[in-house]
Antibody, heavy 124, light 107 residues
């Protein structure tokens, strides 16, 4: 059974860089059927798509975050990573890793499996 | 940017039918996906591509999409259906777009 586990520091100082890792088990990041995505949720608020990445380096970013974020995969470790620079209080959120399923291995599918999420708090 | 509009809250008595709408410009031309999120938990996919259900999701949950409105319908509502529900689409340069979420309360 597929499991996604997010990890990273729970506290990041404002203006610094947030780095998160999603470790995939029970499946492979190299599976050509799927993209992998990051989605975040500020406390008490709704969901926001951050970006999606394919094992071969294809990446799609939320336009509102594009200038500050970077996604990557590490197929040897079976991991997906997110880096976000110049963080501010508005970036405080639970960050989820999710698998993107679709009919044609595309990036615009549905999020069919989610990690438990990790809370990142940005301190001033 | 593309906006999806959901009612903030819907209330329904047990055994009745709940309808949660998701409005968007010409949303009927897009594939709509729905997620259920219970307090303190990660979202769970309950409907994909307008009306398909993942394995394990009861038939009581169904979806439809036409014109400017997509709808998630929950029949024979149970206490365990109480949760936040989010619709989601993909839209051009915006990428993934979520609705603001609807809190379903079972009276």
């Amino acid at each position: 059974q597929l499991q996604l586990q997010e990890s990273g520091p729970g506290l990041v100082r404002a203006s610094e860089t947030l780095s998160l890792t999603c470790t995939v088990s029970g499946g492979s990041v190299r599976d050509t059927s799927y993209y992998w995505a990051w989605i975040r949720q500020p406390p008490g608020k709704g969901l926001e798509w951050v970006g999606s990445v394919y094992y071969n380096g294809n990446i799609y970013y939320n336009p509102s975050l594009k200038s500050r974020i970077s996604l990557s995969t590490d197929t040897s470790q079976n991991q997906v990573s997110l880096k976000m620079n110049s963080v501010a209080a508005a970036d405080t959120a639970v960050y989820y890793c999710a698998r993107v399923a679709s009919f044609s291995s595309s990036w615009y599918g549905w999020f069919d499996s989610w990690g438990l999420g990790t809370l990142v708090t940005v301190s001033s | 940017s593309y906006v999806l509009t959901q009612p903030p809250s819907v209330s329904v008595a047990p055994g009745q039918t709940a309808s949660i709408t998701c409005g968007g410009n010409d949303i009927g031309r897009k594939g709509v996906h729905w997620y259920q999120q219970k307090p303190g938990q990660a979202p769970v996919l309950v409907v994909y591509d307008d009306s398909d259900r993942p394995s394990g999701i009861p038939e009581r949950l169904s979806g439809s999409n036409s014109g400017n409105t997509a709808t998630l319908t929950i029949s024979r509502v149970e206490a365990g259906d109480e949760a936040d529900y989010y619709c989601q689409v993909w839209h051009g340069g915006d990428g993934g777009v979520f609705g603001g979420g609807t809190k379903l309360t079972v009276l």
